[in-house]
């Protein structure tokens, strides 16, 4: 990831020795160049370094990345760069290509059963649907079981990088903190910002909602208002997370950080903001329903950076039904979540293997929040991650502290159903003894 040299200052004679150097090897190194306009800089001299590096290459900085020293920066470019050339700039330590990832969703198949079951329950302060509460998923992993008998409901602070949260929903009025968007570079993470009633139809906050990747939302089936823009197909992604956050943990702490767009694509120089920003506001959890298909050196020094404070990561790892890797699932401190059934078999639509897959949690046919108020059945293993994100948060009842490598191995203690599902489908309640026990607690 770094070339070894760290230089703090450029002398004048040796910038002109170095853009000379530059000319000569930009003549000899002819060939297909890089095609982005988006780079993330790393640099060993801070700001300074980073503008000195674009007026070299003809690129702008637009802002750092929020990394505690400074390294990390975007910088843009209306022409291709050329990134072999950037690293021959002493103090250079790695430039990369922005990569564009998007939110993980899976195509829909039959409304279950429990999205129709409204029937009013309080749950911690709150009202919600049986349907929510009660559903398969809910029973399959033992939510009401785990908290009951363990007297745990979630603590700390779960992030959840995403498109945003519908931060007026009811049910989580009581848990959700201030987030940020880094889309648009502004306080609050509200994703019903990005779309209006007029472009998307009118949400009866009455009826409930199917989504699918391809339409994004049906809007009670039986009136087929339909929001079907490609432009809106991530929408109601990051309220459905937290509302499965919500069901496991429901009186952790909920932080939005809206670094994915409408339409469910994004940045890793967003993502890796938001994890930082996670970090100087005392995140306890990440919890990351989206994938890269290539790695990020800088995503996985940020990531590095945030596991050894203390914080816990949990990605999604994809629904393109292969064994592959997906990024940041596929990192090794980092807990890759796999789609189950409700009949404990992997689902077909999800990735999987050892190197991707720590544990699987279900991910078909989930209900959860949806924005305006309402309850949406989704797919994918996006929703599957937060049901271990949310595990997580049972965990630190017990103790406040609980490191990446304590919750994985916790975790861990899962139902198993083969390797392709890690160590197995996620069980809350062995999770959470097995923590337990090595605290010393009943």
Request: proline letters at 5%.
């Amino acid at each position: 990831m770094t070339n070894g040299r760290r230089f703090f200052c450029i002398p004048g004679l040796f910038l002109r020795r170095a853009l000379l150097i530059l000319t000569v090897l930009g003549l000899l190194m002819a060939g297909p160049a890089q095609a982005q306009t988006r780079v993330i800089l790393q640099v060993s001299g801070g700001l300074p370094l980073a503008q000195t590096v674009c007026r070299l290459l003809g690129c702008q900085v637009q802002y750092g990345l929020g990394d505690d020293s400074g390294q990390l920066y975007l910088v843009t470019s209306p022409l291709p760069l050329n990134l072999q050339l950037a690293l021959f700039i002493p103090g250079v330590l790695d430039a990369e290509v922005d990569v564009a990832g998007k939110t993980d969703n899976a195509t829909v198949a039959t409304a279950p059963p429990a999205l129709y079951d409204s029937t009013p329950v309080n749950y911690y302060g709150t009202t919600v649907r049986e349907g929510y509460l009660n559903q398969p998923a809910s029973q399959i992993v033992g939510v009401l079981n785990t908290q009951s008998t363990y007297g745990v409901h979630g603590s700390g602070i779960v992030a959840i990088i995403d498109t945003g949260v519908d931060t007026t929903h009811p049910v989580l009025q009581n848990v959700l903190l201030p987030g940020y968007d880094f889309t648009n570079n502004r306080s609050g993470a509200d994703e019903k910002g990005d779309v209006t009633q007029s472009t998307t139809a009118v949400i009866d906050q009455s009826t409930t909602a199917v989504v699918d990747q391809s339409t994004t939302a049906v809007i009670d089936q039986n009136s087929a208002s339909t929001l079907n823009q490609p432009q809106y197909e991530g929408f109601g992604h990051g309220t459905m997370v937290a509302g499965v956050v919500h069901l496991v943990a429901p009186t952790a702490y909920i932080l939005p950080l809206k670094a994915f767009h409408v339409d469910g694509t994004g940045y890793a120089s967003d993502v890796i903001r938001a994890i930082n920003y996670a970090v100087h506001h005392n995140a306890n959890i990440l919890n990351m329903s989206f994938s890269f298909a290539s790695p990020s050196n800088a995503l996985k020094m940020t990531l590095n950076n945030a596991t050894l404070r203390g914080v816990i990561a949990v990605a999604a790892a994809g629904n393109n039904g292969q064994q592959t890797l997906v990024y940041p699932a596929a990192y090794n401190n980092v807990m890759g979540v796999a789609s189950t059934s409700n009949n404990d078999t992997l689902s077909t639509f999800s990735n999987y293997g050892p190197n991707l897959v720590w544990v699987g949690a279900p991910g078909e046919g989930v209900v959860t929040l949806y924005p305006y108020g309402t309850y949406a059945a989704t797919w994918g293993t996006s929703f599957s991650t937060p049901f271990v994100a949310g595990g997580a948060a049972l965990l630190l009842n017990s103790h406040t502290i609980c490191t990446q490598s304590q919750a994985a191995w916790a975790l861990s203690h899962a139902k198993y159903i083969s390797n392709e599902v890690g160590n197995g489908r996620l069980d809350l309640s062995q999770a959470v003894a097995a923590w337990r026990a090595t605290l010393g607690l009943p």
